[in-house]
């Protein structure tokens, strides 16, 4: 090789390596690039009971496709349904309690009603009667003791002959008869004493049914508490019976499955992982030193190593306000004074406006941000 085709070789060298140099720089200077860039899922969820038990079925492998709303897995619900059952047989006694305290309540308040009724009628009636009998009385007593002072006039005129001794007898009778009358209204203003004791009696019988008729809604008011409870906990074990079953949250495929059944597990333990294949976008981690230029809504191109012919047009979501470390649950400590700069990531998220077909979630790829 002669001396000129070796400097021709050179040249043509120095511009290739030169237009490459160019359209690398050249590029970057336009675009923000990033190969810290991941595809992720709107949607991937960790699909987990709510209760704990013992899991005797799975009906779906990994990478089994799925519907919203379809049967994932099942718990045993035995030991739940003889817990319902028991709740459901304590109300039903607690309302065969409380309506028979009712219905008892119900008579004695009827029975309250006629006793009282009764009893005030009868003390009523029999003060009248008090009141009316010791008037009679009184009356008799005034006009006894104006017989009586007739029998002594009587009495003095028969020895002095001025009347007949049947004028002075009549006298006497009427003055016995008087004594006896006012004896036996005095009898029976005691009888009638003995029964308006009695008839008070009667009211204060009535005090005592009043008295069981506030205990008796007092054991309703408690029966009732209970019977709220109870109810109450049977909505938890209906609550719980419908946890037993795992049905999807929405369409997708399964990403993975944990475990195999049987298997006792607690409540929140993974069983499967359900992802949404067309629910992706591309998670950028952005040098701070490549932040100029890039804002929400910018187009950028993104590449993954799995489909090398292929590219996918994107737009910038959204841009994190704070930087990836800023969260670390080990800080960074400047207080001694010792500071060296790093170079900060920022989350960028990426829409893919394009067909998904042939990404997956967790790849990782290569991103070029156009910049404003």
Do not use: W
């Not at 009603?113 to 029999?126: F, Q, W």
């Not at 009732?224 to 949250?249: C, G, H, I, M, W």
């Amino acid at each position: 090789m002669d001396r000129k085709t070796g400097t021709i070789i050179i040249l043509v060298l120095v511009i290739v390596f030169g237009y490459i140099g160019y359209d690398y720089f050249s590029f970057r200077a336009k675009n923000a690039v990033s190969e810290a860039s991941f595809i992720k899922s709107d949607k991937l969820a960790n699909l987990t009971f709510k209760v704990k038990g013992k899991v005797v079925e799975m009906r779906k492998h990994e990478n089994d496709p799925v519907k919203k709303g379809e049967l994932l897995a099942v718990i045993d619900p035995t030991d739940l349904n003889v817990t319902k059952r028991r709740v459901e047989y304590e109300i039903e006694s607690l309302v065969k309690k409380i309506e028979e305290m009712r219905l008892k309540k119900s008579r004695l308040k009827k029975t309250l009603r006629l006793k009282t009724s009764i009893a005030k009628n009868d003390i009523e009636s029999i003060k009248m009667r008090m009141e009316s009998l010791k008037f009679k009385i009184k009356a008799a007593q005034t006009k006894l003791e104006k017989v009586q002072k007739d029998a002594i006039r009587f009495k003095q005129m028969l020895e002095k002959r001025l009347i007949s001794s049947s004028d002075y007898e009549n006298v006497q009778m009427q003055r016995d008869s008087l004594a006896d009358e006012i004896e036996g209204m005095k009898r029976e203003l005691s009888a009638l004493e003995t029964a308006r004791k009695s008839a008070e009696e009667g009211y204060k019988i009535a005090d005592v049914t009043q008295k069981m008729i506030m205990e008796l809604e007092k054991g309703i008011a408690s029966a009732q508490e209970s019977l709220k409870a109870q109810k109450e906990a049977l909505k938890d074990v209906e609550n719980k019976l419908a946890y037993t079953r795992l049905y999807a949250p929405f369409d997708g495929v399964i990403a993975k499955k944990y475990f195999d059944a049987p298997r006792v597990i607690e409540s929140g333990t993974p069983v499967y992982a359900l992802t949404d294949p067309k629910k992706l976008y591309c998670e950028v981690l952005l040098s701070e030193k490549k932040m100029h230029g890039v804002e929400p809504g910018n187009r950028a191109t993104i590449t993954v190593e799995a489909l090398k012919n292929r590219e996918f047009e994107g737009r910038v979501e959204s841009i994190a306000p704070t930087s990836a470390s800023t969260f670390s649950l080990v800080p960074r400590d400047i207080a001694s004074g010792e500071f060296t700069k790093l170079d900060q990531r920022f989350v960028v998220r990426l829409s893919i406006k394009d067909d998904v077909d042939g990404l997956r979630a967790g790849m990782s790829a290569t991103v070029a941000i156009e910049r404003k």
